[in-house]
């Protein structure tokens, strides 16, 4: 079955403890991304991947990273999360950026 | 810059009735449009998409139109059903763009019974 899958999809963690929550394609899919989804402002996104090793910002950057060390994984990585990171969190991925993107679970993050 | 926007934050519509949810973009560069549906608790999922060299697009009782000359896109949900109740968000993608899609707000449907 072809999905986009998130882990974990709940995290409680505290100010300034780094976490990373993973996402995994199994399509074979070049571009991946990263949004964030706040009530009243939609889905933003964080960072994308065009390609293994090409990443770049996107319109909410601050306070992530992120790696494409193997084309079907794109972990988010918070190095000092704190309370405004505090979201809803999709990895998304597509052929082109152009075509289907198909989304992941979901990840609720609170940082306390 | 660019954006997408939704017209009414809410709709209710009668179970069996059409539903239309409206979406206006600034940027005319824009040339793929693509309607999702988010159920609570889940991820967006595709319902339709169009490109620009089109002016509307069917699928299983839903229907895109596209007007690029106000900018305009709707999706028409043909006889309502429960089921439908979720949160619809339009999305865009420039042309050339390396960073897939630009969302709207979205609208919240609700189907009455």
Redesign the interface.
């Known amino acids: 079955e072809a999905q986009?899958t998130q882990n974990p999809r709940y995290l409680i963690t505290v100010t300034g403890k780094k976490l990373t929550v993973t996402c995994s394609q199994n399509m074979n899919h070049e571009?991946m991304?990263w949004?964030r989804q706040d009530p009243?402002?939609?889905?933003?996104?964080i960072y994308?991947s065009?390609n293994v090793e090409v990443t770049?910002k996107?319109d909410v950057p601050e306070g992530y990273k992120v790696s494409r060390k193997e084309k079907r994984n794109f972990p988010l990585i918070l190095e000092s999360p704190s309370p405004n990171q505090t979201s809803l969190y999709?990895c998304?991925s597509?052929l082109l950026?152009?075509t289907?993107?198909?989304?992941?679970?979901?990840t609720r993050l609170t940082v306390v | 810059g660019e954006s997408v926007g939704l017209h009414l934050p809410t709709l209710s519509v009668q179970e069996g009735d059409n539903s239309i949810i409206n979406c206006a973009y600034s940027n005319s560069a824009s040339?793929?449009f693509?309607w999702?549906k988010q159920e609570s608790?889940?991820?967006?999922?595709?319902i339709i998409?169009i490109?620009s060299n089109m002016d509307k697009r069917q699928g299983q009782r839903v229907t895109v139109l596209l007007n690029k000359t106000v900018k305009h896109l709707s999706l028409q949900i043909a006889a309502t059903q429960p089921g439908d109740s979720a949160v619809y968000?339009c999305?865009e993608?420039l042309?050339g763009?390396?960073?897939?899609?630009?969302?709207?707000?979205?609208t919240q449907l609700t189907v009455l019974p």
């Open positions: 986009v571009y991304s949004y009243g402002l939609g889905l933003r996104q994308y065009m770049d996107g999709f998304a597509s950026t152009n289907e993107a198909f989304f992941g679970q979901g | 040339d793929y693509i999702y608790g889940k991820g967006p999922q595709f998409d490109r968000f999305a993608n042309a763009s390396a960073r897939q899609l630009t969302f709207g707000s979205g």
